[in-house]
């Protein structure tokens, strides 16, 4: 429809739930009232996904992103980007020439914001093996954005309408973590965290929690001393800035705080620490939002869940909760 925001959805791993969610999703009336959705990525795997999905929608394929507007109704505009056999999809089995095509659907899609031809980009889960034996060796979607769109200054946050979680480190093996958190980092993660979730909330000054790295916040150095060393003296500087936080702060208990809405977002030193808690919330209806780029980039909070594909049964929540919010972040 003309005048509402374009958004490209990529397709992600062909060989996993990525097309058939994005099916339940776009065949749900809410969608096509809120944008004009584009999908970028392989025709053979989205007409798989059509018919496992028993779904009514067509594929019209589009040259140009503008023409997504104007697709005859119940027609899924695709980008094709590629051209996959069946072998090269076969469910739960990522291939190198899928691993290949899912970093050309991103990095296209990536083009198309920055040229300011899309809204925002939301993107289905990926194989990072896949990825890596294509070539493209980047341990998730986040470091690669950040790549293309030439930022240092990017945080991972997953969001829901009760907790919104952002990292200090990512994806990063548990014993280089401590090595990994230095001041600079954390102060970093909390200037982006509070800008984006001001943003998300439409608060000026958002209040952040910000988590230790040790049990017990270290008990005084006990159990380390990153929380003296590190996180505090982070926390002092972002106070100077004017940053509503508090920390540091033992995870084992903030979250029970948090999800009485206590804090408007909270800053988790590694993965786990933060995603257990939020995923335990907001499996269905979080949403991976890429801060501090210059686009808008959402995502599911989940992978390409193998066991699922080929029996349309994935939930398309996730999907749909991702691109409500970067509509509303466009707007």
Request: glycine share 8%; hydrophobic share 45%.
């Amino acid at each position: 429809m003309a005048n509402l925001p374009i958004i490209a959805v990529t397709m992600g791993d062909p060989s996993g739930i990525g097309p058939e969610i994005i099916i339940k999703a776009l065949q749900r009336p809410e969608i096509a009232s809120i944008c004009s959705p584009v999908v970028i990525g392989d025709r053979l795997a989205l007409e798989r996904a059509l018919l496992v999905c028993n779904s009514a929608l067509r594929i019209q394929e589009i040259s140009t992103v503008a023409e997504a507007q104007n697709v005859a109704e119940q027609s899924i505009p695709l980008l094709v980007l590629s051209r996959l056999s069946e072998a090269d999809i076969a469910y739960g089995a990522p291939s190198i020439a899928a691993g290949d095509a899912v970093y050309r659907y991103i990095c296209h899609a990536v083009g198309l914001c920055l040229d300011g031809h899309v809204s925002a980009m939301v993107t289905a889960p990926i194989n990072k093996e896949a990825m890596h034996k294509a070539g493209h060796d980047y341990p998730g979607h986040t470091e690669l954005l950040a790549e293309l769109c030439g930022t240092e200054n990017f945080v991972m946050m997953l969001a829901g309408d009760v907790l919104r979680v952002s990292l200090v480190t990512i994806h990063e093996a548990l014993a280089d973590v401590p090595r990994l958190i230095t001041l600079e980092k954390v102060l970093k993660t909390i200037r982006i965290t509070a800008k984006g979730v001001a943003q998300l909330t439409g608060k000026e000054s958002p209040k952040l929690a910000v988590l230790a790295l040790n049990p017990h916040c270290g008990e005084a150095g006990k159990f380390g001393a990153e929380e003296i060393e590190i996180i505090e003296p982070a926390i002092k500087a972002a106070r100077q800035e004017g940053f509503n936080v508090e920390g540091p702060l033992s995870a084992d208990t903030l979250f029970h705080f948090a999800q009485q809405g206590v804090y408007d977002g909270v800053v988790a030193m590694y993965h786990d620490q933060g995603l257990i808690p939020l995923k335990m919330l907001h499996f269905d209806d979080g949403v991976n939002i890429t801060l501090g780029l210059p686009i808008i980039r959402t995502s599911v909070d989940h992978g390409t869940a193998y066991n699922l594909a080929g029996t349309g049964k994935a939930s398309e929540w996730s999907l749909l909760a991702a691109i409500r919010m970067a509509v509303e972040m466009a707007q």
